[in-house]
């Protein structure tokens, strides 16, 4: 009787790997902790702080950074409106 091989393999490496929780960021804060748990791209987000200042107080001693929250919504809940700028001479 022969062994099949590359199915005992396949199904022992998905028994082996990690689960992989989704990233997520929360629209509603503009600055997010990111908390890293340890293994190579092992880390996840913490956004519930209002300014840099509060969330770098947070990570202090951690492993831990602060990023700017890319899908932050701004408080009116619609990105801002960037105007283009003129120079008068």
């Known amino acids: ?9 396949v199904s022992g490496a998905l028994c082996a790997a990690t689960s992989v929780q989704a990233q ?3 629209p509603a804060y503009p600055v997010c902790l990111q908390v890293y748990t340890g293994g190579f791209m092992d ?14 107080a947070s990570a202090s ?9 890319p899908y ?6 619609k990105p801002a409106v960037r105007h283009k700028r003129t120079h008068h001479q």
């Open 1 to 9: 009787m022969r062994v099949p091989v590359l199915p005992i393999l």
């Open 24 to 26: 997520t960021y929360d």
């Open 43 to 56: 880390y996840y987000f913490e956004c519930a702080y209002t300014n840099m200042a509060q969330c770098q």
């Open 72 to 77: 932050y919504a701004g408080k009116g809940g």
């Open 61 to 69: 001693g951690r492993a831990a950074s602060c990023v700017v929250n």
